[in-house]
């Protein structure tokens, strides 16, 4: 079956940089689009950004447009996030999620990573 693993979550200072990443396996990643969701305890699943399978297509959050960019290596079956210019409001569980179809809506997504923690200190 299908496996998302993330990793390069941490502790950072307000200003400060992580690069997240998805690992794939069990899939035909290249086939994926992939998202990266962020959750905090209490509310729901907030959409960070997407990518299509090529590349091509990036759609962003308004509260991280500017900041983070997503990309992937479709030879290495990794997503990644670089998030640049952290604030204590992106602390968060941020996961990836691959599905058919690039979009900000968690129902457009069938595969799901556990998580992993960010979080920004002021």
């Known amino acids: 079956q299908v496996q998302l693993v993330e990793s390069g979550g941490g502790l950072v200072q307000a200003g400060g940089s992580l690069r997240l990443s998805c690992e794939v396996s069990?899939?035909?990643?290249?086939?994926?689009?992939m998202g990266w969701f962020r959750q905090v305890p209490g509310k729901g699943r907030e959409f960070v950004t997407a990518?299509?399978?090529?590349?091509?297509?990036?759609p962003y959050a308004n509260s991280v447009k500017g900041r983070f960019t997503i990309s992937r290596d479709n030879a290495k079956n990794t997503l990644y996030l670089q998030m640049n210019g952290l604030k204590p409001e992106d602390t968060a569980v941020y996961c990836c999620?691959?599905?058919?179809?690039?979009?900000?809506?968690?129902?457009?997504?069938?595969?799901w990573g556990q998580g992993t923690q960010v979080t920004v200190s002021s």
């Open positions: 999620a691959a599905g058919f179809v690039v979009s900000g809506r968690e129902i457009h997504y069938n595969y």
């Open positions: 069990g899939g035909t990643f290249s086939t994926y689009a």
């Open positions: 990518i299509s399978p090529s590349g091509g297509n990036t």
